[in-house]
């Protein structure tokens, strides 16, 4: 069966950074696009960009530039979220989320989600 | 940017009632490029219906999506205590893909 499994919580300082990993098996890797998503706690939910699973180009939603990279490790099925940089405002759970369908984003397959809190 | 304003906040009903909740956007959506997502606590969110009215794989007939252009309807008929969660609108027509904020529904 499909599944997305992500890497767990993460507690760190102002200042540092982070790598969340997403773990797909299941299906053919390579041939749906991985998102990235945040939801900040008791809020909704942001949509930060994808990566295509093919090439390795990311595109990333505005407000997410410059501080956020998508990365993946094809050879093991893999996504990766680096946060630089963190702030006390990017507390979040972060989830992937696999592409439904071709080009569109919607999503069917979502990560558990991992919590990283900023705080010192 | 698409806003999507969902109503109401928060929907308190009885299991057995149908529920009706409602997602309105700031523009039309492209192609009725329209998802509603379920999400209980603790949980990632669960396609639920996309193309604001086709079912996703596995997901009871209970559920069902209506509207067009900018007025977005979750109808939940029969009210089963596992549908009690926040439910989310989603457009999928414009970049950025805008979530509304939530409405949550709970056990009266």
């Known amino acids: 069966q499909v599944q997305l499994v992500q890497s767990g919580s993460e507690l760190k300082q102002p200042g540092a950074s982070v790598k969340i990993s997403c773990k797909a098996s299941?299906?053919?890797?390579?041939?749906?696009?991985i998102n990235w998503l945040r939801q900040v706690p008791g809020q909704g939910l942001q949509w930060m960009g994808w990566?295509?699973?093919?090439?390795?180009?990311?595109t990333y939603a505005q407000g997410f530039t410059g501080q956020f990279v998508f990365s993946l490790d094809t050879s093991v099925s893999s996504a990766y979220l680096q946060i630089s940089s963190l702030k006390a405002e990017d507390t979040a759970v972060y989830y992937c989320?696999?592409?439904?369908?071709?080009?569109?984003?919607?999503?069917?397959?979502w990560g558990q989600g991992t919590l990283v809190t900023v705080s010192s | 940017e698409i806003v999507l304003t969902q109503s109401p906040g928060t929907l308190s009903l009885s299991p057995g009632e149908g529920a009706t909740l409602s997602c309105r956007a700031s523009?039309?959506?492209?192609?009725?490029?329209l998802v509603w997502y379920q999400q209980k606590p603790g949980q990632a969110p669960r396609l639920l219906i996309y193309?604001?009215?086709s079912r996703a794989t596995g997901i009871p007939d209970r559920f069902s999506g209506s509207g067009s252009g900018t007025d977005f309807t979750l109808t939940i008929s029969r009210l089963e205590p596992e549908d009690f969660a926040v439910y989310y609108c989603?457009?999928?027509?414009?970049?950025?893909?805008?979530f509304g904020q939530g409405t949550k529904l709970e056990i009266k």
């Open positions: 989320a696999r592409n439904f369908l071709p080009g569109l984003r919607l999503f069917d397959y």
């Open positions: 299941g299906y053919i890797f390579t041939n749906y696009a």
């Open positions: 990566i295509n699973t093919n090439t390795g180009i990311p």
């Open positions: 523009q039309s959506v492209s192609n009725n490029y």
């Open positions: 193309g604001a009215s």
């Open positions: 989603q457009q999928y027509g414009w970049s950025p893909y805008t």
